[in-house]
């Protein structure tokens, strides 16, 4: 995932254009994609399809021509979607174009423009202070005109059309954890579900944050409300830090019970934010209308970690061992969902375990603990609680019932009743 992160790194990523192509094509060496273009001006719900905006080259020389300010160095230097300009400026006219964070002084700041026509720079705030007042030459070579909204879809087949949604956005340019872990950990998601059978139809997406999950929710709203059970947009998931969530609207879909259960049981010092505090494409997902059961899952919430949308945000923060950790808990969550049932006991009373092979036969001190978690789970078999349900009041992971279930499956002790 970390080789696939430093490919995708330099890419010049915006909602539209060449880099949004351009990383898709590096996603589609690993997953059968189907790319959609959708057309600029295309009314999407209360949205429109913006015009398409790339961009080739961007600087400001000082009057001996040296470059201060560089797009070839760093692609956060330039507002994204700002228009071509070539003009030569005083410094006093061209602060109100400078974008800098006095209390990083050494980050440059990721800043853009989508729905109103601007130019801009985006530099250091150390680099800022060192300017000297003078004429400024600052160009831009970038084009805005009417092309396409792109973005990639894949579906994987199960063995029922219910679905599970993901949802990953690839819109920001040079940062690691707040763009590049979404798409990684889900690609590498994907190539994991193809590995084996599945209950479920999966069905991924590769969008433009905001504009581009709303795009995909105005042509497909009503297939994703009749078969999606259960979905997860994955953003910021590539870091070391502890992991959290924003759950639903009302924080009571199936998505928030099975993250939950996940992180209750594996990673106790996690945190759930509500949907006020949402901020990513769970907006759209979540909306009145809409109401898809999804939570986003991050590792270090956007916008509370201090790197957040900076050049800090760099493939340093982001590790190997960041990432396997967020692969590690969307698929405990595929895996605990895909498993979930709900099952009833047989026999009346408690079942006698010892002569099917399932107690010790003889008590000694202790004995009985060795196979608590097995009655436990029985316990609980009454026919109303899922798997989900019974991990919950028996802290143990649904991977760790799922042979116990086997097992007394194959004693006919169990039946499944849903």
């Not at 539209?16 to 999407?44: A, K, S, Y």
């Not at 979404?182 to 190539?191: N, Q, R, S």
């Not at 059970?229 to 639903?248: R, W």
């Not at 009346?348 to 000694?364: A, D, H, I, M």
Request: with cysteine.
């Amino acid at each position: 995932m970390h080789a696939f992160m430093a490919r995708a790194f330099p890419i010049c990523r915006s909602i539209t254009g060449d880099g949004v192509r351009q990383t898709l094509d590096l996603i589609g060496e690993h997953l059968p994609l189907t790319i959609h273009e959708v057309p600029t001006g295309t009314r999407v719900f209360d949205w429109e399809v913006p015009r398409e905006w790339n961009i080739r080259d961007a600087w400001i020389a000082d009057a001996e021509g040296n470059r201060v300010v560089d797009f070839a160095d760093n692609n956060l230097h330039v507002m994204g979607y700002s228009v071509p300009v070539d003009a030569t400026l005083s410094l006093e006219e061209l602060e109100p174009h400078l974008y800098s964070l006095p209390d990083k002084p050494d980050a440059i700041p990721y800043v853009t423009s989508y729905y109103k026509e601007r130019w801009g720079f985006c530099l250091t705030h150390a680099s800022r202070e060192k300017l000297a007042p003078g004429q400024y030459h600052v160009h831009i070579d970038s084009t805005l005109a009417d092309g396409s909204l792109t973005y990639a879809e894949c579906i994987l087949p199960g063995e029922s059309e219910e679905e599970v949604f993901l949802s990953t956005y690839v819109c920001h340019p040079s940062m690691a954890n707040n763009e590049l872990s979404g798409p990684a950990v889900t690609t590498w998601i994907g190539k994991w579900l193809q590995s084996a059978p599945r209950r479920y139809t999966y069905r991924i997406v590769f969008i433009p944050e905001t504009i581009g999950s709303i795009t995909y929710l105005s042509r497909n709203l009503d297939a994703l409300k009749a078969r999606v059970k259960l979905g997860f947009n994955l953003t910021c998931i590539g870091d070391e830090g502890g992991y959290s969530y924003v759950a639903s609207r009302y924080g009571n879909t199936t998505a928030d019970r099975v993250i939950h259960n996940v992180l209750s049981l594996k990673h106790p010092g996690h945190v759930r934010y509500s949907f006020l505090e949402r901020g990513s494409d769970e907006r759209q997902y979540g909306a009145p209308g809409v109401d898809l059961p999804l939570v986003s899952v991050c590792r270090s919430k956007f916008g509370k970690y201090p790197e957040y949308h900076t050049s800090l945000d760099n493939l340093d923060l982001v590790t190997p061992a960041g990432l396997a950790g967020g692969y590690e808990v969307i698929r405990d969550c595929l895996e605990a969902f895909e498993a979930n049932h709900t099952y009833r006991v047989i026999c009346l009373g408690e079942p006698q375990l010892g002569r099917r092979g399932l107690y010790p036969t003889v008590s000694t001190p202790g004995s009985g603990r060795s196979v608590r978690t097995l009655t436990n789970l029985v316990a609980y078999c009454d026919g109303d609680n899922d798997l989900i349900a019974i991990s919950d009041l028996i802290g143990t992971p649904v991977r760790e019932l799922v042979p116990l279930v086997e097992k007394l499956e194959a004693a006919e002790l169990l039946r499944r009743v849903d």
